[in-house]
């Protein structure tokens, strides 16, 4: 199953290894960009996947409600808090 | 037999072939080999796969295409596709190359020499209701006229308070993005604003920021979120390729 598995990667702090500042970078990030932005090439000329769309939009409600759980906690269930995802910058 | 398919990530200026090394999407049990299809003056990044093959947009896939385009981006100007483009050959990609060349120069113009930075704002507090009411007198006021009375509020009074309270968030946001986006002018080339995900985002906003000029678009974060009360938290991420700053859809029968 696709969904329940990016969820749960979703919480568990993606980081790109890539990142000279070793920034950490949430997958919500990543997955905003590259499925919603950037350049789109359909016709018969080439083959855009069917589907993705769609997919994004279970994906998006899949982390949507992982964020919720996290901050709903309720008493006696333990739910691992992931560190910041990316870089917090307090005043 | 190996796959005449091409995977696409994006797009960038070149004259001559441009070798990225084996990170591209797996394919066949191995990561592919990144390279470019060159027409004229644009190179397409592609590496081999089959489009007879299910492309799920899953974390496995998903991270080759942004770590390819980030490996690109360290030495030039990407035009990042959208993920999930497969041609059934390079032939495919070079008409396409050729018949948008117009559209495609725009584009890479448009971002040339530039990345892209994103800034989240969130407010940190318990009770996002709680803080808008107290920046709020006159919605204060307003809550207390319709839950300080004996008898509980009407169904038009609760309407009319959530309406009311949604109008003043979403003006707290315009006004906060508008001061931020301000605040950035001199140190940017251009800015996008997305609709905030979340009650208690601020804002969602992307900056086009010159290559070179990362580093002081990172102070000016730092100074810009100095000039905001404790409860303003400023998330920075990138550089990223400019997948907010692309406006490229090669869909149309464009003829050049």
């Known amino acids: ?36 932005k950037g350049a789109v090439v359909a016709g018969d000329i080439v083959i855009s996947v069917a589907g993705v769309d769609l997919l994004y939009v279970g994906l998006n409600l899949v982390v949507t409600s992982v964020e919720t759980m996290r901050n709903w906690k309720p008493a006696g269930t333990p739910v691992r808090q992931p560190e910041p995802l990316s870089q917090e910058i307090r005043p | 037999m190996a796959t005449t398919g091409r995977y696409l990530y994006g797009l960038i200026r070149t004259t001559e072939d441009v070798e990225f090394g084996d990170i591209g999407l797996e394919h ?73 060349r117009a559209a495609i120069g725009t584009q890479l113009d448009r971002v040339n020499g530039a990345v892209e930075m994103g800034l989240k704002v969130k407010w940190d507090v318990d009770s996002i209701y709680d803080y808008i009411v107290g920046v709020d007198p ?47 002018k001199e140190s940017v080339r251009e800015h996008r604003a997305n609709v905030p995900k979340g009650e208690k985002v601020v ?45 490229l859809d090669l869909s149309m029968d464009v003829e050049n």
């Open chain 2, 138 to 184: 006159e919605l204060a006021a307003f809550r207390d006229q319709v839950f300080g009375r004996s008898n509980a509020p009407s169904q038009n009074e609760k309407m009319e308070l959530g309406k009311l309270f949604e109008d003043r968030l979403n003006r707290e946001r315009d006004e906060q993005t508008d001061r931020v986006v301000e605040m950035f």
């Open chain 2, 28 to 100: 066949a049990g191995a990561r592919e080999r990144v390279h470019t299809l060159v027409v004229d003056s644009v190179g397409a990044v592609v590496s081999a796969f089959s489009p007879k093959e299910r492309l799920l947009p899953l974390r496995k896939n998903l991270e080759p295409h942004n770590e390819v385009l980030r490996e690109v981006m360290k030495t030039t100007t990407v035009v990042p596709m959208t993920f999930g483009h497969v041609a059934r050959s390079e032939a495919e990609i070079r008409k396409t190359l050729r018949r948008h």
């Open chain 1, 1 to 36: 199953m696709a969904l329940p598995d990016l969820a749960r990667r979703a919480a568990s702090r993606p980081r790109l290894p890539s990142l000279a500042s070793q920034r950490r970078v949430s997958l919500c990030e990543t997955l905003d960009r590259v499925l919603n």
């Open chain 2, 203 to 247: 804002m969602d906003l992307a900056f086009l920021v010159e290559r070179d000029a990362q580093k002081a678009f990172e102070d000016r974060v730092f100074q810009v979120a100095g000039a905001f009360p404790a409860e303003y938290v400023f998330d920075y991420s990138g550089p990223w390729a400019p997948f907010n700053f692309v406006d």
